[in-house]
C-alpha cells in the first residue's frame, strides 16, 4: 500500500495568514492527489484534484501543487471558515489511502 | 445536484453483521464509481472499498477482504456496505462516496455518514 504522510500534524494561524500543508508518499503517484477539508461532524468536502485542479465552487485562495512524491496545499490569506482538518489522498493506485490529516487551528 | 442519503445509525453486538445503504440522486448512478470510507472516532479517513455499478464487480482493501462486500443496484439508485464479524474496532463513521469522474479515486460527493456502533 503506499502510504501518505502529511506535515505539520497540526498548526496554528490566524485571519490573513498564508498556510502550507504538504503530504508525501511513500512511491510516486503522478498527479493522482486530491486534497479534502473536514469539520467537526461532518463529511469530508471536496478541494482539489489532479494534485492542483480546484473542484468547482471552491474559492481561489485554495491551491495545490506538486507531483511524484511531493505535494503541497496552500490557502493564501485564510478565512475564519477555513479552520478545519485537511487531507490529501492518493487516487494512483489500490487501496486508495489518506495521510493523517492536519488540523489547522486558530492563533 | 448529486446527493448521496444513508442510513441511520446502527447499534449492533460483537460478531455479528451491519448493512449501510447509500441511495443516490441527481446524475447517472451507474457509470460512477461509489466508495466506502470509514472514520473511527478522533480518527483519519480510511478507504475500504469501491464499485462501479454498471460492471457491478468490486475492489476491496486487502485489510478488509473476506470481511466486507460492496454492491449496487442500478434499479433504486442504491449502494451497499456490509462488513461482517463485526468487532468493537469497528465502531465508526461510515461515508460512501462518489466519483468526481467515471472511475476515479477522487470522492467529490460524499454522504452524510452513518454511524455504526459495536458494543455488547
Known amino acids: 500500500d503506499i502510504q501518505m504522510t502529511q506535515s505539520p500534524s497540526s498548526v496554528s494561524a490566524s485571519v490573513g495568514d498564508r498556510v502550507t500543508i504538504t503530504c508525501r508518499a511513500s512511491?510516486?503517484?503522478?498527479?493522482?492527489l486530491a486534497w479534502y477539508q473536514q469539520k467537526p461532524g461532518k463529511a469530508p468536502k471536496f478541494l482539489i484534484y489532479?494534485?492542483?485542479s480546484l473542484q468547482s465552487g471552491v474559492p481561489s485562495r485554495f491551491s495545490g501543487s506538486g507531483s511524484g512524491t511531493d505535494f503541497t496545499l496552500t490557502i493564501s490569506s485564510l478565512q475564519p471558515e477555513d479552520f478545519a482538518t485537511y487531507y490529501c489522498?492518493?487516487?494512483?493506485?489500490?487501496?486508495?489511502?489518506f495521510g493523517q490529516g492536519t488540523k489547522l487551528e486558530i492563533k | 445536484q448529486v446527493q448521496l442519503v444513508q442510513s441511520e445509525a446502527e447499534v449492533k453486538k460483537p460478531g455479528s453483521s451491519v448493512r449501510v445503504s447509500c441511495k443516490a440522486s441527481?446524475?447517472?448512478?451507474?457509470?460512477?464509481?461509489i466508495s466506502w470510507v470509514r472514520q473511527a472516532p478522533g480518527q483519519g479517513l480510511e478507504w475500504m472499498g469501491g464499485i462501479i455499478p454498471i460492471f457491478g464487480s468490486a475492489n476491496y482493501a486487502q485489510r478488509f477482504q473476506g470481511r466486507v462486500t460492496i454492491t449496487a443496484d442500478e434499479s433504486t439508485s442504491t449502494a451497499y456496505m456490509e462488513l461482517s464479524s463485526l468487532r468493537s474496532e469497528d465502531t465508526a463513521v461510515y461515508y460512501c462516496?462518489?466519483?468526481?469522474?467515471?472511475?476515479?479515486?477522487?470522492?467529490?460527493?460524499w454522504g452524510q455518514g452513518t454511524l455504526v456502533t459495536v458494543s455488547s
Open positions: 462516496a462518489r466519483a468526481r469522474d467515471g472511475s476515479s479515486g477522487y470522492f467529490a460527493y
Open positions: 441527481g446524475d447517472s448512478f451507474s457509470r460512477y464509481s
Open positions: 489522498q492518493q487516487a494512483n493506485s489500490f487501496p486508495y489511502t
Open positions: 489532479a494534485a492542483s
Open positions: 512511491q510516486g503517484v503522478s498527479s493522482w
